[in-house]
């Protein structure tokens, strides 16, 4: 009974992920979300409470599975190492959650998303700093804002499919950091 449960909530959450990055928050109601997942209206509002909560959930989940999934990336050996990580993380970001980006981007005027954002990208910003102290470049935070703001561009980019040559990018950005 558990497994069945726990399994219709996760269908809950896959179908409006796949509905809220396509067509849209606003644009899209717990009843096409029931039906496409094969369950009650009902059955979602008891799992989590409003689709308010349900958006939060799915972000929330979103940004663990990211963490889990490239802690290696986001860990710092040495400067040179951790800057190409972080070059080259939009484009796998993107290829392995395309949905939950598209739907960051989405939803990038909505104040829980760009906080859940920003909390994921706030440890990297002393750290690029750090790294660009390293590697003796003349102002390290002008540095890592600037690499921030590309990384950034680069992702929303890649979720919305504006560009199809984001590693092509990267290795750009690769050569101009000489790394």
């Given amino acids: 009974m558990k497994e069945t449960t726990l399994s219709r909530k996760e269908k809950i959450m896959k179908v409006a992920l796949s509905l809220f990055a396509t067509k849209g928050y606003v644009d899209t109601s717990t009843k096409e979300i029931a039906l496409e997942a094969g369950v009650s209206e009902a059955l979602i509002f008891k799992h989590f409470g409003s689709k308010d909560s349900l958006l939060a959930h799915i972000i929330k989940s979103g940004y663990r599975r990211v963490l889990s999934h490239h802690r290696g990336m986001m860990t710092y050996k040495n400067p040179k190492e951790f800057l190409k990580n972080m070059i080259f993380l939009p484009n796998k970001l993107v290829a392995d959650e395309p949905l939950f980006w ?73 050569k101009k950091y000489n790394l």
Avoid: C
């Fill in 102 to 174: 598209k739907l960051q981007e989405r939803l990038s005027h909505n104040s829980f998303s760009k906080q859940q954002h920003e909390q994921f990208m706030k440890p990297v910003q002393p750290v690029l700093v750090k790294a660009f102290s390293e590697l003796g470049y003349k102002d390290p935070e002008l540095e890592t804002q600037f690499l921030l703001l590309i990384i950034d561009m680069l992702w929303t980019k890649e979720a919305n499919g504006d560009v199809d040559n984001g590693v092509e990018l990267a290795q750009l950005l690769e």
